[in-house]
T-cell receptor, first 114, second 111 residues
Framework: EPEVTQTPSHQVTQMGQEVILRCVPISNHLYFYWYRQILGQKVEFLVSFYNNEISEKSEIFDDQFSVERPDGSNFTLKIRSTKLEDSAMYFC????????????FGQGTRLTVV | GQNIDQPTEMTATEGAIVQINCTYQTSGFNGLFWYQQHAGEAPTFLSYNVLDGLEEKGRFSSFLSRSKGYSYLLLKELQMKDSASYLCAVRASFQGGKLIFGQGTELSVKP
């Protein structure tokens, strides 16, 4: 069964460093998302991406965040200068075409900022 | 604002039935989803409602009342492996729109 894959599964970085989280969505999907989940808290929307551009972003998704789909398969989230509060599980998700279909989530990247 | 409420924790016995409620207030509505999440893992899709009524899928059923902003997930014949967090999520806008999640209900199934 096709699945969304994310790398790395764990990332530890020093405060102020840049990190890139990588995702390979399911191949025929059209909508791509990043969500995050701080430990013990709810899943929060960061950004959605459709037709090679950002379609919506949350207040969390400020200037330190960016997304790219550089080669038609990978979908990346870059955090330019990490802060302690960026420590969280980051989930990539994708949705195929068609009305009212569910989001398929990757296994997540656990980011720890020290 | 967007608000989705569900109980924080529930406990039930193996073999029993449990109902997890969710109420929502969102600026729009384009479907309600239930996901299961085991600790440290990704959410996995359980069910979807966009019209009022009950959707049944094996041991899991989900109900929606749009006029009341209310849904529930019903789990029958509980098994120990059903111990997990159950997430209620609303798609408030267009096709492909983001999901807005509730806090999740941590279900513990006891023998």
């Amino acid at each position: 069964e096709p699945e969304v894959t994310q790398t790395p599964s764990h990332q530890v970085t020093q405060m102020g460093q840049e990190v890139i989280l990588r995702c390979v969505p399911i191949s025929n999907h059209l909508y791509f998302y990043w969500y995050r989940q701080i430990l013990g808290q709810k899943v929060e929307f960061l950004v959605s991406f459709y037709n090679n551009e950002i379609s919506e972003k949350s207040e969390i998704f400020d200037d330190q965040f960016s997304v790219e789909r550089p080669d038609g398969s990978n979908f990346t989230l870059k955090i330019r200068s990490t802060k302690l509060e960026d420590s969280a599980m980051y989930f990539c998700a994708s949705i195929p075409a068609g009305p009212n279909t569910e989001a398929f989530f990757g296994q997540g990247t656990r980011l720890t900022v020290v | 604002g967007q608000n989705i409420d569900q109980p924080t924790e529930m406990t039930a016995t193996e073999g029993a039935i449990v109902q997890i409620n969710c109420t929502y207030q969102t600026s729009g509505f384009n479907g309600l989803f239930w996901y299961q999440q085991h600790a440290g893992e990704a959410p996995t899709f359980l069910s979807y409602n966009v019209l009022d009524g009950l959707e049944e899928k094996g041991r899991f059923s989900s109900f929606l009342s749009r006029s009341k902003g209310y849904s529930y997930l019903l789990l029958k014949e509980l098994q120990m492996k059903d111990s997990a967090s159950y997430l209620c999520a609303v798609r408030a806008s267009f096709q492909g729109g983001k999901l807005i999640f509730g806090q999740g209900t941590e279900l513990s199934v006891k023998p």
